[in-house]
């Protein structure tokens, strides 16, 4: 069983930055994926990037603003979101994949605020 806790959520104005991480309990390897979703009101759950080993992919719509990264010895993952614009608004969610068995698992998700 996997546990995920996020934190760094809040509210920031337009252009602003903010840092989320999120804290896997249990036994993650790096080839694991890890990653974060979105999800705004009125709106399906999106995903925002992910990272497997060392290689991260990301929305269109963050790309060149979010770095996702990880820490391996400590079952982290990170979202360093810059240049935050209000369409950034919405909960962040992060998870991670595991093989044996097949599952996802989810934080409870932290509420990011971008407006002036």
């Known amino acids: 069983q996997v546990q995920l806790v996020e934190s760094g959520g809040g509210l920031v104005q337009p252009g602003g930055s903010l840092r989320l991480s999120c804290a896997a309990s249990?036994?993650?390897?790096?080839?694991?994926?890890m990653g974060w979703y979105r999800q705004a009101p009125g709106k399906e759950r999106e995903l925002v990037a992910t990272?497997?080993?060392?290689?991260?992919n990301y929305a269109d719509s963050v790309k060149g603003r979010f770095t996702i990264s990880r820490d391996n010895t400590k079952n982290m993952v990170f979202l360093q979101m810059n240049s935050l614009k209000p369409e950034d608004t919405a909960v962040y969610y992060c998870?991670?994949?595991?093989?044996?068995?097949?599952?996802?698992?989810w934080g409870q998700g932290t509420q990011v605020t971008v407006s002036s």
């Open positions: 998870y991670v994949e595991t093989f044996v068995p097949s599952k996802r698992y």
């Open positions: 990272i497997r080993v060392s290689i991260p």
């Open positions: 249990g036994s993650i390897a790096s080839f694991n994926p």
